[in-house]
């Protein structure tokens, strides 16, 4: 399994990108593909995630508001569109995808979450892509 994530850049707070993940090299379709941050001295943080099994999203209430998750019809190529973008969202932005035990309406939670751990059944994480905000 292949993650490759895109669309990282600067911009100034208010402004808006487009992340892209394009996941490859499995045929499987029960899994979840999550975009997680990590910005500098903080804990890595799940925020959004879209079911491959039936395109069910979710995102954390901090930025549900403003960021929003889709996909292509295949649902292995992942979009998190982020508007007014403020400069605690700088970070690493990293994909990922994972397989988990529930394939039902908990799949996403447990996957942005990665809890409980004995749900996960394997999990694949791409590169990172910097996002930072700053005028």
């Known amino acids: 399994v292949q993650l490759q994530a895109s669309g990282g850049g600067v911009v100034q707070p208010g402004g808006s990108l487009r992340l892209s993940c394009a996941a490859s090299?499995?045929?499987?379709?029960?899994?979840?593909i999550s975009w997680f941050r990590k910005a500098s001295g903080k804990e890595r943080e799940g925020i959004s995630c879209?079911?491959?099994?039936?395109?069910?999203?979710y995102s954390i209430f901090s930025v549900k508001d403003r960021f929003t998750i889709s996909s292509d019809s295949d649902r292995k190529t992942v979009y998190l569109q982020m508007s007014n973008l403020e400069p605690e969202d700088s970070a690493i932005y990293t994909c990922a995808l994972h397989r988990v035990k529930d394939k039902g309406t908990n799949m996403c939670i447990i996957a942005v979450t990665t809890w409980p751990p004995s749900q996960i059944v394997a999990d694949y994480w791409g590169q990172g892509t910097q996002v930072t905000v700053s005028s």
């Open positions: 090299g499995f045929t499987f379709d029960d899994y979840t």
């Open positions: 879209i079911s491959g099994v039936d395109g069910k999203t």
